[in-house]
Structure formats: structure tokens, C-alpha cells
């Protein structure tokens, strides 16, 4: 399996987010890709930095996620689509890059699922798309060929 075909989300302090094609894959909704997209937002707002050791990783997320979980909130987006994306990743049988983390992986994610709170006010599943005009914008993206901006460019 190719890196790309992993799935992968992060951002780095140029604030770009990068997200491979493995997790384009997973992607069931818009308002899924709002929750990665503000998970990653939220680490570069946090200041996270990768930690050193895997077990130092699970507050991180779990930071990040209560602040994407904000954001959906205020856009009136229910939990659903979090806690869905989360369980996937955790799937039995998902490779993972390195198999001597798959049980911290699994722990971890059991973890982020448990801590995820529900929005009071939250109606909508989704914002713009439905499901099928989401779909498409995916199977577009993933048949793109993309290259990558030039060091130093910023967006």
C-alpha cells in the first residue's frame, strides 16, 4: 500500500493541511471533512507540536477534537459525523504504518470516541452537499493529479 493510499491528516506550521487519499477515501460527508478539517486547524491553534512519544499523543487529540467539535456545533452540525469518521479509522483489519502502535491506535481512538460530547443545538447532518453531490466532489479530488507547492509557498 502507498503512503497515499493510507489514510493521513495533518497540518504543519506553514499551516498547510495535508490529507492523503486514503482518507479522501473514508470520507462519507461534508460535515466529516469539516471535523478533520477543523481537528487539524485546532492542533496548529493549540500550538501542537508531534510528540515525542506515542502515549503523550492522546491529550493532543483529544484537545483538537474538542475544538472541532465546537465548530460543528456553532455551525448547528450534529456529532454524528465525528464519532463516524473516528469508528472507521478504527475498523479491524486498517493498516497502519507501524504495527507495534495498532493497539495504542485502537486504545486511542476508543478514547476520542468516549470524550466526544453532542451538541445541544445540533440539526443538520450536513451544510451544502448531499451525499451524492459529496461523493462526486471526492471522486473528483481523488482522480486530480496533485502536486506539491513549491517549498515555501505560502497559502
Do not use: W
Not at 64 to 91: F, I, K, P, W, Y
Not at 105 to 133: F, I, K, N, W, Y
Amino acid at each position: 500500500m502507498s503512503p497515499l493510499d493510507r489514510p493521513l491528516a495533518e497540518i504543519d506550521f506553514a499551516r498547510r493541511i495535508v490529507i492523503s487519499k486514503g482518507m479522501l477515501r473514508l470520507m462519507h460527508s461534508e460535515a466529516e471533512l469539516i471535523f478533520l478539517l477543523a481537528h487539524e486547524v485546532a492542533h496548529y491553534e493549540l500550538s501542537h507540536r508531534p510528540p515525542r512519544s506515542a502515549a503523550k499523543r492522546l491529550p493532543l487529540e483529544l484537545a483538537a477534537d474538542t475544538r472541532a467539535l465546537e465548530v460543528m456545533c456553532r455551525l448547528g452540525l450534529r456529532d454524528a459525523a465525528a464519532r463516524s469518521l473516528l469508528t472507521r479509522l478504527n475498523e479491524p483489519g486498517r493498516e497502519v504504518v507501524d504495527e507495534s502502535l495498532k493497539e495504542l491506535a485502537s486504545t486511542e481512538v476508543r478514547a476520542r470516541l468516549a470524550a466526544l460530547t453532542g451538541c445541544a443545538a445540533a440539526q443538520h447532518e450536513t451544510l451544502l452537499l448531499d451525499p451524492s453531490a459529496f461523493r462526486q466532489l471526492i471522486e473528483a479530488a481523488l482522480a486530480a493529479s496533485i502536486t506539491p507547492a513549491p517549498e515555501g509557498t505560502i497559502r
